[in-house]
């Protein structure tokens, strides 16, 4: 069972600073933001901090900045008149949006999947040991330059995430726990390649129009690519790792995190089987079709 309780303390500390203003709170920010608002934060508290959240955290954190103003247009809030995808663009974009309801709900899921990241430990089966990842063909790398790339690699998540440490597990892969999936970002010990994946779906048998489901997906999916492998749907984004281009692989996390929310739930409505959090349903015999 994953732990799932709110860190305030895991916040960024430049957001904890102005929240310690704003509220004029004496002391230990996390507490006293515990004793105002509860034991994890809810709609009033981004009601109230919005525009501590948007220039403190939101608007410094690229991963998230991502993710909010993608799913704020998708709801079409905000002016539609301010595009692109730069740091600069995007942050006037969300100052363009209205502190009203949709917003709030947006902004508090992804303040609880981040505060919760600290605390997060995922299931034991979330990572099938079916699953086996294919290397990609690039330029062998010694030992100590994997090694170095893997701490390079630590230090980015563990900013991105705005925590102490991160985890690792027993296959050397770093979990991320999200709403409703696991991401990993792995380094390979051979190659100078970072791949940040997920697997999405397994145990839902071999249905016959799950290739045309997952060319689909792929259609439509920029960065990000699917893979039906070993009775498993697997998202996956690579990156180059020399030289490591920082903000690619935070926006790689970003994109394989967003479309794993999205996608395991839709697929396991569909075809059955099991996602890495919540109830393994049975597979579903449909007749061939394409992807809904």
Not at 14 to 22: A, V
Request: aromatic fraction near 6%.
């Amino acid at each position: 069972m994953a732990k799932t309780r709110f860190d305030w303390s895991t916040l960024p500390g430049g957001l904890l600073r102005q929240l310690k203003d704003d509220f004029g709170i004496e002391g230990d920010v996390a507490r006293g933001l515990a004793g105002r608002f509860g034991a994890e934060p809810t709609e009033t508290f981004v009601k109230e901090a919005w525009t501590a959240l948007r220039d403190r955290w939101i608007a410094k954190d690229p991963a998230a900045r991502r993710s909010v103003v993608s799913a704020l247009r998708a709801r079409g809030l905000g002016s539609a008149s301010i595009a692109g995808s730069s740091a600069r663009a995007e942050v006037e974009y969300l100052r363009s949006c209205r502190n009203g309801p949709s917003l709030r709900a947006i902004v508090l899921s992804h303040l609880l999947a981040r505060g919760q990241h600290a605390q997060a430990v995922a299931p034991a089966d979330a990572k099938p040991a079916a699953l086996t990842e294919p290397r990609p063909e690039v330029p062998a790398s010694s030992t100590s330059a994997a090694d170095g790339l893997r701490a390079q690699v630590k230090e980015l998540v563990r900013s991105v995430l705005g925590v102490d440490e991160v985890l690792v597990d027993k296959d050397g892969d770093i979990p991320i726990r999200s709403q409703a999936s696991v991401t990993y970002v792995r380094v390979f010990q051979d190659v100078p390649v970072v791949r940040v994946f997920s697997p999405v779906l397994w145990d839902l048998g071999s249905p016959n129009d799950i290739e045309v489901a997952v060319n689909d997906i792929n259609r439509t999916t920029n960065w990000v690519k699917a893979v039906w492998e070993n009775g498993s749907v697997v998202l996956f984004s690579d990156v180059v790792g020399d030289p490591l281009a920082e903000s690619q692989l935070a926006a790689a996390i970003n994109s394989v995190v967003h479309r794993a929310d999205e996608m395991g739930p839709a697929l396991q409505q569909r075809y059955g089987g099991r996602t890495a959090f919540g109830a393994a349903v049975p597979p579903r015999h449909l007749p061939t079709g394409g992807y809904l």
